[in-house]
Nanobody, 128 residues
Framework: QLQLVESGGGLVQPGGSLRLSCAAS????????IGWFRQAPGKERERVSC????????YYADSVKGRFTISVDIAKNTVYLQMDALKPEDTANYYC?????????????????????WGQGTQVTVSS
């Protein structure tokens, strides 16, 4: 059974850093598109960053470009989101997602959140 489990969330001060992890089980990430999304209270879910592990292509939302980095460790079957220079507006529940789609561009998949498997989320709170 395909499963994604996020971890690494918590409370951090503005300007601080966190690294989120998403452990995959029941499938291998080698040929999957993977992504991070977030949802703040009262707001719609939004894209953060996506990556296709087979060719390393990435996409970042403008709001996180230059501050967040997505990566994958195939040996550990885990996806990471390194978040630096965090802002209060980054506060949200963060979700990872995966999909075996190998045709659609990673940008389109991220923009349209075209992922069929989702984790349960991990809360990130940026506050002083």
């Amino acid at each position: 059974q395909l499963q994604l489990v996020e971890s690494g969330g918590g409370l951090v001060q503005p300007g601080g850093s966190l690294r989120l992890s998403c452990a995959a089980s029941g499938f291998r990430l080698d040929n999957y598109a993977i992504g991070w999304f977030r949802q703040a209270p009262g707001k719609e879910r939004e894209r953060v960053s996506c990556m296709r592990s087979s060719d390393g292509s990435t996409y970042y939302a403008d709001s996180v470009k230059g501050r967040f980095t997505i990566s994958v460790d195939i040996a550990k079957n885990t996806v990471y989101l390194q978040m630096d220079a965090l802002k209060p507006e980054d506060t949200a529940n963060y979700y990872c997602a995966a999909d075996q789609n190998s045709i659609t561009t990673i940008q389109a998949m991220c923009i349209f959140m075209a992922f069929r498997s989702w984790g349960q989320g991990t809360q990130v709170t940026v506050s002083s």
